[in-house]
């Protein structure tokens, strides 16, 4: 007699080793950030995609040059091929349904919010601290963090959030998954992170480094992991080498980041220039206000460059030169850039009303700060090197932005880092805190007025310098940006 099994006997086992696997637990929170969004990003107040979010929705058109698709039609010299790759499918349903580009736009947006926010950086988290705990309080607040800052993002096709959610994956695969398949993802992702925002680039060293030490003791188990590495980033990457090559006659697999708008037709040599005499850029939607670019004017950076007798910097051995000359001068500059691109002022690139600032949510970011910096000062846990090795690969591309005009989001993955330190670092340990004696929680507590008078009174400084005159940059080359 033949034995009959029931569909429901199958399954049930199944599901059961599912939920022991904790599939189901840990991709719930992704699910519900990713609903957030949902519901959230279609009443932000925004209709169109303008300035940058527009042009990166219209790259896709340049595979189309010949009427067809081709992969290499594309040629862009500015900007890589994979974002616009990546946005096509949204631009075909646009183009096949007639719908607003901003409703698949935020369907992305939502799905790069869900898996940053709800699974990479918790994952990250997890892969680097395998005995510590995340609570769902402590997840939830990093959620929250994200929403509450940058929520208005996740409007547009902008490559920022990409660009750091292709980083964090692969710095997870190479310390959880130390197999050759992993490891050829993680060099994709990391060719991905570069091609979207070239500035990635200078991680790519320190990333190799962790393939080494994480892979198994013996020398040939590290270049397996080293060439796995370098094949999927060689993947990824060759499309843009042959686009360069026919294109521009140059055989690299790097983007090229060059307009002839641009003084010496370098974009980051243009905003080296801009970087010293504005030490904060924005851009609004505000009709009350003269004009789409908000520039915080530095007038120590104005004077350093007539000091220098300098228009631009045509080379980089010319910055260096001034660098040279007067490097107080420039450390302090670019230490109000730091602290300008960390103080997020309006949770969106393009903002609706310059006087929409909230004081009350600003004071709660410098609080997350001093969170993250005591939670660091009092770390407790072993720090080894591929510690190290992540976080200096999520900060190097951060830190060689600092010399530019500064918007927030070019700092992405410090804040990231903060939110994680205050989140998963200081949050769980609020209970040590209060067995702290009453003269150390006194002495924390007026250290933690005099950083919050500290923050708002170099907030306040730089909106004092705010200006939409462009003729600060006309010296540089003032080309849109």
Known sequence: MTRRISVPAILTPLSTRFRRAGHLGSWLPVGL???LYLLYLPFSGYSELVFDAGKYWTLTERFFRYSRFQLLAYDDSLRGYLLALLNLPAKALVHFTGVAPLVFTRVMGAANAALLFGWAGPALWRALFPAAALSKASRAAFVALGFLFWRDYFNFPLSDFPAVLAMATSLWLIVRRKAFGPLLLAGALLAAAVNIRPVYLVAAPLVMVLTITQAAATWSARWRGVAALALGFTCLSAPQLLINARHYQRPTPLVLARDARFPAANLYLSQLGWGVVVQKYETTLDAAFPAPRMLYVDPAGQRLLRQQALRHFPDYA???????????????????????????????PYIRQVGGRQAGLA???????FGALLALAHWRRPIRWPHLLVAGALLAPALVTLPMAIECRFLLPLHLLLYAAFCFGALPNY????????????LVAAAYGLFLLICVTLSAQTRNYLTADLSVLRPLGSAAR
Not at 322 to 344: C, K, S
Not at 363 to 369: C, G, N, R
Request: glycine share 8%; no cysteine; hydrophobic share 50%.
């Open 33 to 35: 950030v990713f609903l």
């Open 318 to 348: 010319t910055y260096l030169r001034a660098l040279a000359r007067q490097p107080l001068e420039f450390a302090a500059l670019y230490g109000r850039h730091l602290f300008n691109g960390l103080d997020v002022q309006y949770a969106s």
């Open 363 to 369: 004071l709660l970011h410098y609080s997350v700060w």
């Open 431 to 442: 209970d040590a805190v209060r067995a702290w004696s009453g003269w150390k929680r006194g």
